[in-house]
């Protein structure tokens, strides 16, 4: 073996063993590294006898190396390499797949396009969560589109525009652009009129039964071949609002015959007579349907992928007859399965929600038993909980199920360190207190954060606790620690003070309870998913601020929502539970 073949040798082991360590993250193996050497390099199999003398010097001053020192020397030496190694793990920190063909686009655009017939639910986190993800790992753009060209049967609520983007803002997401199908309407007429040039569309006064008959059987409407000028005055009609709801629509002409009765000449635009709730908008009569509406917009707006549900495949194949007559490009498409979410009673629907509010069932939009974004936000629940949990959820096309205690995990990984304990007693027991207990209990304000101090609860007379907290007189072992305070036992109705030694604790295993002074206690009501619990919290919840989050200890966290009093000055402080 000469010493250029040696050489080279040397260079290709230290390339292997460099690949090796940074893939990962460890020590080379010279049997690891054989295989692909060999691969590489034919011609040094038949010096396969001498190479693993050779590698064995290399891999070793290659493990002497630190991780960064290993990263550098590989960037020296095989740069595509370790970008290719750099790109597997970026690949592997992400809960979603690469958008399909990324690379073709100079600029990823997506749009979020809800109907605004009323604030968020919590499925409805799931697309600005991912959208928004991607827009961030692709440094792209997003728009909100607001779909709101059904003003009868999905009628908006005017309301709902605004509520929509406080719900985006929630999440943590700013679209780059806002726009309102509402205020489009004319360029859609404009495509609709360029449409009927291109041969592409006609005006069909065909009942809803009668066509559907037709379509059927992979009949022609009779109105199918009228000449381009008879349909051009028949839509113009239609703009100008000469027909009536049902008796005149605009259809895209497709294949009559086509194996999809759902795809053969659909409807474009259609009129409606109930006047839309922008004022803006009001005067219009003829509307475009979503797929006509949708279509034209993603292509005008630059849109390079679009997200939708499995159940809207059929979108995509109506649309692609527009974009063939219009000789565009259609988006990459990602189609996915339903959210079912758990822990509600209340179905997750915008319809039903709004129904239950009406009828007084639910208090409002941000009511604890409604599965909305409003409800969890005044519950304390952090907008990037929400979407770190949706993200979680993939792009599966099957339909997925959201646990909540998936949010409520995330959420408690934000919230726990920075939220003080207080204690909250539910509907408890009156008990009195015996043997001289110190004055005032001070546990901590945060079990981890000593410099946070202690909260100062003066105790008095006697307490309150939750009545499964309460031992039995004739139970074997009726020793109760009180947080924050010491050890007592139950004697003849009342509590003795018995020690401020926590081995009875460690040692014997005695009940750790949380309590409040009966005296000074601050009446609380916490709404949950359940509906309202009452109770009692120590005497220092009601100077805390609303909005602000507490952990009530064996309870679970809650925000404060406001203190109020009723007719006789009793004090009552509101609270919101977030969960456990």
């Known amino acids: 073996m000469d010493d250029d073949l040696r050489e080279r040798i040397e260079r290709e082991v230290e390339k292997h063993a460099l690949l090796n360590a940074v893939k990962h993250e460890s020590d080379a193996d010279v049997g690891a590294i054989m295989g692909p050497l060999m691969g590489d390099n034919p011609d040094f199999r038949q010096h396969g ?46 809960d979603l797949p690469d958008l399909p063909n990324a690379d073709d686009y100079d600029e990823i655009r997506m749009r979020c396009a809800p109907n605004p017939n009323g604030p968020w639910h919590v499925g409805h ?62 360029t859609y007429y404009d495509h609709a009129r360029e449409l009927i040039d291109l041969g592409g569309a006609y005006t069909c006064s065909c009942s809803g039964e009668e066509f559907s008959e037709l379509k059927n059987s992979g009949e022609a409407c009779p109105h199918r071949e009228k000449d381009v000028e008879t349909v051009r005055e028949e839509f113009a009609a239609m703009i100008d609002g000469e027909y009536e709801s049902g008796e005149m629509v605009l259809r895209v002409k497709t294949d009559i ?79 996915w399965g339903h959210v079912q979410l758990d822990d509600y009673d209340v179905k997750m629907s915008t319809s039903t929600i709004s129904e239950l509010i009406e009828r007084g069932e639910l208090d409002g939009w941000d009511d604890p038993r409604a599965p909305t974004l409003k409800s969890l936000r005044r519950r304390g629940i952090r907008g990037e909980a929400i979407v770190e949990a949706m993200v979680g959820l993939g792009t599966s096309t099957s ?23 207080r204690f909250f007693v539910r509907d408890g027991n009156q008990v009195p207190l015996a043997g001289d207990p110190p004055a005032e209990a001070n546990p901590p304000l945060h079990p981890n954060h000593e410099e946070r101090g202690v909260r100062e609860i003066p105790v008095g ?36 003070y018995a020690t401020d030694d926590l081995d009875v604790v460690r040692e014997e295993g005695v009940d750790v309870v949380h309590w409040v002074p009966a005296d000074g206690r601050v009446p609380l009501r916490m709404r949950t998913i359940d509906g309202d619990v009452t109770g009692h919290a120590e005497p220092g919840v009601a100077d805390l601020e609303p909005d602000e989050l507490v952990q009530f200890e064996r309870v679970g966290f809650a925000r404060i929502d406001r203190h109020e009093s009723d007719e006789e000055d009793d004090a009552e402080t509101v609270a919101y539970y977030t969960h456990p």
């Not at 000449?265 to 509307?287: G, K, L, N, Q």
């Open 49 to 94: 006898d001498e190479i693993p003398g050779i590698a064995g010097g290399v891999v070793g001053r290659v493990n002497d190396l630190g991780y960064d020192e290993k990263r550098e020397r590989l960037e020296e030496l095989a740069p595509e390499e370790l970008a290719e190694i750099e790109a597997e793990e970026e690949e592997d920190e992400h």
């Open 125 to 186: 986190a799931r697309m600005p969560a991912v959208i928004g993800t991607y827009r961030e790992r692709y440094d792209g753009w997003f728009c909100v589109r607001f779909d709101d060209t059904d003003p009868e049967t999905k009628r908006p609520d005017l309301e709902a525009y605004d509520a929509i983007l406080e719900d985006l803002e929630y999440l943590g997401f700013e679209p780059d652009d806002v726009y309102k199908a509402s205020d489009r309407l004319e």
């Open 257 to 335: 015959e086509h194996k999809n009765p759902a795809l053969r000449d659909w409807v474009a635009f259609r009129m409606i007579d109930t006047p839309h709730p922008r004022e803006e908008a009001s005067e219009y009569r003829c509307w475009p349907m979503l797929d006509f509406q949708s279509g034209i917009d993603d292509h005008l707006l630059g849109i390079t992928h679009i997200i939708r549900g499995i159940d809207l495949q059929d979108s995509a194949k109506r649309q692609q007859f527009v974009y063939d007559y219009f000789d565009w490009e259609y988006p990459e498409v990602v189609h």
């Open 399 to 421: 339909d997925v199920d959201l646990a909540m205690s998936s949010i409520y995990a995330a959420n408690r990984d934000l919230i726990d360190e920075e939220t003080d304990r």
């Open 461 to 496: 007379d006697s307490v309150m606790l939750e009545s499964e907290d309460l031992p039995e007189p004739a139970a074997e072992d009726t020793r109760l620690w009180l947080k924050g305070l010491g050890g007592f036992e139950l004697e003849d109705g009342a509590l003795r």
